[in-house]
């Protein structure tokens, strides 16, 4: 019902920046959940990034100030600017979207800070 891909990943050296896209088709109607979520080697998923249907945006403390997360409704897409890039920001990138109990991600995109 929902498809979503991300792109816009890579290597990148520290104080770098990347962009990050999540693509979406299918069921995009009404109020929904969107975020960036990661997970590094050996850790937990954590949640880098929140979007509502009302425009509402949080963070996670890690990247609060360094990281903003947007979209383009005309586009069916999310993005994720990340600024000032550090090594423990590598990771594998994941695209979410809850349309209100229906859960839905994307494949990933890898992230790699490494001078």
């Known amino acids: 019902q929902v498809q979503l891909v991300e792109s816009g990943g890579g290597l990148v050296q520290p104080g770098g920046s990347l962009r990050l896209s999540c693509a979406a088709s299918?069921?995009?109607?009404?109020?929904?959940?969107m975020g960036w979520h990661r997970q590094a080697p050996g850790k937990e998923r954590e949640t880098v990034a929140t979007?509502?249907?009302?425009?509402?945006?949080g963070y996670a403390d890690s990247v609060q100030g360094r990281f903003t997360i947007s979209r383009d409704s005309a586009k069916n897409t999310m993005y994720l600017q990340m600024n000032s890039l550090k090594p423990e920001d590598t990771a594998v990138y994941y695209c979410?979207?809850?349309?209100?109990?229906?859960?839905?991600w994307g494949q990933g995109t890898q992230v790699t800070v490494s001078s």
């Open positions: 979410r979207r809850d349309n209100g109990g229906e859960v839905y």
């Open positions: 299918g069921r995009l109607f009404g109020i929904y959940t």
């Open positions: 979007i509502t249907s009302g425009g509402t945006t």
